[in-house]
């Protein structure tokens, strides 16, 4: 049995704090899923799971977010940010500081920040504040969707240091030959590849039967243009990483031969043994 499906589980001797870079349709989820398998410790920290929470369960920050969106506007950074620090500071992981105290969801110092941020077009800081972060095993996890660039990648610094950026590379070609093979089965979201994962009956979902069809944005032209903006805007972002020295690259085909060289790098860097 290959080594990625070896169901090995693995402990941590320090926490891991880890952000997956790569373009779309390369497999962080993929990597993402598994790692957590292997390394039960690890979580996975969305920020656009915990933007939809937070709107959806009707927090200060939730509602000034939709706020946001039902205006046309993009979410700020600031908002983003402070998601992320109070799931940080919820899970214990991350502490304030006694020197700045105040409550997160309700500082009006938030809101004039974003104002001028705003009307600035810039990235806003953070207010002055001490933070401590943990180093425990427990406190390990992936970071997804933020950040995007080196500005953002600068403000979670000065909350808790990223120690593993991880740069998932594979070939353009390799990309688009494996999106321009994939169906789908809409209602009930079951995705095939008629190269690697074929339905038994070709254009048919295996349980129902049904017609599978492809996803809109599926087309080569489509995807060529997503994948250049995504080289484009992770540059800045994976050039602030290497400069802090937790950079790393793995490059690959497919999921299965990119796994065994993150787990082996995961166990070299966090792992007990």
Same mark, same amino acid.
């Given at each position: &049995?290959?080594?990625?499906?070896?169901?090995?589980?693995?402990?941590?001797?320090?926490?891991?704090?880890?952000?997956?870079?790569?373009?779309?349709?390369?497999?962080?989820?993929?990597?993402?899923?598994?790692? &957590?398998?292997?390394?039960?410790?690890?979580?996975?920290?969305?920020?656009?799971?915990?933007?939809?929470?937070?709107?959806?369960?009707?927090?200060?920050?939730?509602?000034?977010?939709?706020?946001?969106?039902?205006?046309?506007?993009?979410?700020?950074?600031?908002?983003?940010?402070?998601?992320?620090?109070?799931?940080?500071?919820?899970?214990?992981?991350?502490?304030?500081?006694?020197?700045?105290?105040? /409550?997160?969801?309700?500082?009006?110092?938030?809101?004039?920040?974003? #104002?001028?941020?705003?009307?600035?077009?810039?990235?806003?800081?953070?207010? /002055?504040?001490?933070?401590?972060?943990?180093?425990?095993?427990? %406190?390990?996890?992936?970071?997804?969707?933020?950040?995007?660039?080196?500005? #953002?990648? %600068?403000?979670?610094?000065?909350?808790?240091?990223?120690?593993?950026?991880?740069?998932?590379?594979?070939?353009?070609?390799?990309?688009?030959?494996?999106?321009?093979?994939?169906?789908?089965?809409?209602?009930?979201?079951?995705?095939?590849?008629?190269?690697?994962?074929?339905?038994?009956?070709?254009?048919?979902? +295996?349980?129902?039967?049904?017609?599978?069809?492809?996803?809109?944005? +599926?087309?080569?032209?489509?995807?060529?243009?997503?994948?250049?903006?995504?080289?484009?805007?992770?540059?800045?972002?994976?050039?602030?990483?290497?400069?802090?020295?937790?950079?790393? /690259?793995?490059?690959?085909?497919?999921?299965?031969?990119?796994?065994?060289?993150?787990?082996?790098?995961?166990?070299?860097?966090?792992?007990?043994?």
């Amino acid at each position: &049995m290959s080594r990625f499906l070896d169901n090995q589980v693995k402990k941590l001797s320090r926490a891991a704090r880890v952000i997956l870079v790569g373009a779309p349709g390369v497999g962080k989820g993929t990597q993402t899923e598994r790692l &957590m398998k292997r390394f039960p410790q690890l979580s996975a920290i969305s920020s656009g799971d915990l933007l939809r929470d937070n709107v959806r369960n009707r927090t200060p920050l939730g509602i000034r977010a939709e706020a946001k969106m039902k205006s046309g506007d993009l979410v700020p950074d600031m908002m983003i940010l402070r998601l992320i620090l109070n799931e940080l500071d919820k899970r214990g992981w991350v502490k304030r500081g006694p020197v700045v105290p105040y /409550t997160l969801n309700y500082a009006a110092e938030d809101a004039a920040i974003e #104002q001028a941020a705003d009307e600035a077009s810039i990235l806003p800081t953070l207010p /002055t504040e001490s933070f401590h972060y943990s180093d425990a095993p427990s %406190a390990s996890f992936i970071l997804d969707g933020f950040p995007r660039n080196a500005a #953002q990648a %600068a403000q979670i610094d000065k909350i808790v240091p990223i120690n593993l950026v991880v740069n998932i590379s594979t070939p353009t070609e390799i990309i688009l030959d494996r999106i321009c093979n994939r169906w789908v089965h809409a209602p009930s979201g079951r995705v095939y590849n008629t190269t690697f994962n074929a339905p038994k009956v070709p254009g048919k979902d +295996d349980v129902t039967g049904e017609p599978l069809t492809r996803r809109p944005d +599926d087309e080569p032209e489509v995807w060529k243009a997503r994948l250049a903006k995504h080289e484009e805007s992770s540059l800045s972002l994976l050039e602030h990483y290497d400069k802090k020295g937790v950079l790393w /690259t793995v490059r690959g085909n497919s999921s299965n031969e990119i796994s065994p060289k993150l787990y082996a790098e995961f166990e070299r860097r966090f792992s007990e043994e």
